[in-house]
Structure formats: C-alpha cells, structure tokens
C-alpha cells in the first residue's frame, strides 16, 4: 500500500484579466482572473520527500511585475523542509516560474525530460516568441548542474518510487511532465502547467503559451486517464485550489492545501 501526502505551497501570485488565459480571449476579458504561483512537495511515510519546481525569485518577480511571497526554500521550509538537505527535485518544465530557484536546493538531483533540455538549449531560443517564458540564467543553472552530475534524464514514462511516476505531456512546452501520486487513499496528478486553471481543459479552452496546440489538447485527456475516475487533476496556477482543498494546517491557511 502507498502512503504519500502531496501538498500545494503558494509562493507568488499576479492580478490579471480572464482575457490573458485563453487562446481567442474570452467572452468576459476584462473581467479579473488572478494568478498564483505554486510549488508542491510530495512526502512518504517513510520520510523521503520530492519537491516539484523551484519558483522564481525577487528579479523575475521585478522585471514581469509579479508579487514574490516566499521563495521556493522559504515555503518548504514551513513544513520542516531544509532545502540545502533536499535529494530529489521534479522539474515539470523550464520556464522561470518553475525553473528559477534551482539554486536553493544544492544536493539535489534534478529529473527532467530530455525534450525539455534540448528544447530549452537548443535552436528554438533564437527565437523571442518561444523564449520570452524563459531566464537564461536558470538554464544556465541547470547546464551547470548537468556537469557537476546533479540532473537525471528522463524519456517518456518513470516511476521514481512506488506509485509515484513522471510522465511527458509536451504541448506548453517541449518536454513538459507531469506527475502522479498514488497516495494509497486516492490518485493526485500534479498538471503544472499542462493546464494553467481548471477552466482551460474543463471548457476546451488552451492557455496562449504554447508549443504544440495539439499535444496540449490531447494533454487533457492523458490528464483525466492518469487521475482516472475517482482521481484528481491540479492546475499549475488556479486559486482555486484554495478553495478546493483543504489547508495544509491551521497555520497555512491561505499559503498551502494538502491535496491528498
């Protein structure tokens, strides 16, 4: 039997419009549509944890006009986390709200997908339209962390422990994954930003970031098959989890939800 808790931790967020969120606008465009910012740490009972993305820090939060609550380290830190001890950190993709904190978990070993890799260092950055998500300085991070043997490669489908596995989506960006948990009381498969908000798959509606329009959309129902029937999907950016899900303890409420 599994026995995992996963638990969702804000650590920025943004105003915006609904406008911003799907491809083709939105009937209501102007109307408010906040974004927050999460990573997510995975524990098993056994002790071993996994932390899934890294945040941004104060630059990027400076130069896109975000609102930085806690970093990446400081929101694992208050479930008793010390980022410098961390082992395992899941990579869902590279964009600088997931990939901009690499620096705070120095022993970790990374685990991304070779197409995210190649797709982030290779020829399609010559072009502003697909690099403009990304900071050159945590790909930079990241290569650095290829020589020193701290980034294990993945190809489609993993199981990094019993029931939890990473699996290649694509579509958002090149070698977009994400992962699911079967927690021993029910499946939860962490989107990231396979799908921003729950309204983006829920109405057939894509976020405009995209690399591949078809992978994204087929994405979705890769999505409803991995959580299956009695499972659940999480968004990489909804508040809506907040109301979703409970808080993580009496203390974080409003900061993090135990999402299984």
Do not use: C
Not at 151 to 166: A, C, D, N
Not at 187 to 203: G, I, K, R, T
């Amino acid at each position: 039997m599994f026995n995992y808790e996963v638990h969702a931790i804000k650590y920025a967020e943004r105003d915006a419009v609904r406008a911003e969120h799907f491809i083709g606008g939105d009937p209501h465009d102007n109307a408010p549509m906040p974004m927050d910012y999460f990573v997510w740490l995975i524990r098993s009972a056994d002790g071993r944890e996994w932390v899934v993305d890294t945040g941004f820090e104060q630059d990027d939060a400076e130069s896109r006009n975000r609102t930085l609550l806690r970093t990446a380290a400081e929101g694992v830190a208050l479930f008793g986390v010390d980022a410098q001890s961390v082992s395992d950190v899941i990579m869902t993709h590279f964009h600088y709200d997931h990939a901009g904190g690499v620096n705070q978990f120095p022993n970790a070993t990374f685990h991304v997908q070779d197409d995210e890799m190649s797709f982030a260092t290779g020829r399609d950055m010559t072009h502003k339209a697909y690099r403009h998500a990304f900071n050159v300085r945590h790909i930079q991070d990241l290569v650095g962390r290829v020589f020193s043997e701290r980034v294990r490669f993945h190809t489609g489908t993993v199981e990094l422990s019993p029931g939890l596995t990473l699996h290649h989506l694509g579509g958002h960006t090149r070698g977009l994954q994400v992962v699911r948990i079967d927690t021993g009381r029910g499946v939860v498969v962490l989107a990231s930003d396979a799908s921003h908000y729950w309204a983006n798959m829920e109405e057939g509606r894509p976020f405009p970031i995209v690399d591949d329009l078809s992978k994204m959309i087929e994405g979705w129902d890769t999505l409803r098959r991995l959580a299956s029937p009695d499972g659940v999907i999480v968004p990489g950016h909804d508040p809506l989890v907040f109301e979703r899900f409970p808080p993580s303890s009496s203390e974080l409420e409003g900061i993090a939800v135990r999402l299984g």
